[in-house]
């Protein structure tokens, strides 16, 4: 029993620290104040996955073709304004392509960094819709464990980026697909990046 108790105390102890030796500039932002935080939107994940398969068995899928249109344009664009943004304070800053030491100061371009991750982190939230529409649209067969560990495992990744050092191409295709059959003749493009995708995950 001893050692499970010193156990524990050690545990506390890094976690304790690790809140302590974090990013203080992004303490106060959404998402970012505590652990509880990522603990609720994974747990709520799960759960909305679980009930959600559990609501749609037998029942009819639902039509909104329009809305994953528009929400798949809005992941377009903010991860354009993402992309913008660190290219943008990389150049200002003359960024190293291999190594960059991480600036904490709170300098105007330190800080536009920080927040385009941040926003890299809250859009890894925000993509949980992928799965909610997939089963909304009765599209289980997508909802597999590689989908389900991939949403779970970004938003804690992303999130102790933002946390310790601060410093979208699929949604293109799936916003023609989500047009209707009509569109798709124009997506033969997508199968070529679905496999390099696979090839960068192999890395």
Same mark, same amino acid.
């Given at each position: 029993m001893y050692m499970i %108790? =010193?156990?524990?105390? =050690?545990?506390?102890? $890094?976690?304790? /620290? =690790?809140?302590?030796? @974090?990013?203080?500039? $992004?303490?106060? /932002?959404?998402?970012? %104040?505590? #652990?509880? =935080?990522?603990?609720? #939107? #994974?747990? @709520?994940?799960?759960?909305m996955v679980y009930y959600g398969l559990k609501f749609m068995k037998g029942r009819n899928p639902y039509s909104m073709n329009r809305v994953v249109f528009a929400y798949d344009m809005l992941m377009v664009v903010l991860n354009a304004y993402i992309v913008y943004e660190s290219i943008a304070v990389a150049f200002n800053e003359n960024y190293s392509i291999i190594c960059q030491k991480i600036d904490y100061s709170s300098s105007y371009n330190a800080m536009r960094l920080v927040r385009a991750i941040w926003l890299f982190h809250v859009s890894k939230v925000i993509e949980c819709l992928d799965t909610f529409f997939f089963i909304i649209r009765g599209r289980t067969h997508l909802v597999t464990w590689l989908h389900i560990y991939h949403h779970c495992t970004m938003i804690p990744l992303t999130w102790a980026a933002v946390k310790w050092t601060a410093g979208g191409e699929m949604f293109e295709p799936v916003a023609v697909n989500a047009l209707g059959p009509k569109w798709r003749k124009y997506l033969w493009w997508k199968r070529y990046l679905t496999m390099l995708q696979m090839v960068c995950l192999s890395f």
């Open positions: %108790g =010193s156990y524990i105390d =050690s545990l506390n102890s $890094i976690f304790k /620290w =690790s809140m302590e030796t @974090a990013d203080p500039r $992004i303490s106060s /932002w959404f998402l970012m %104040g505590s #652990v509880n =935080s990522l603990l609720f #939107v #994974v747990t @709520a994940y799960l759960l």
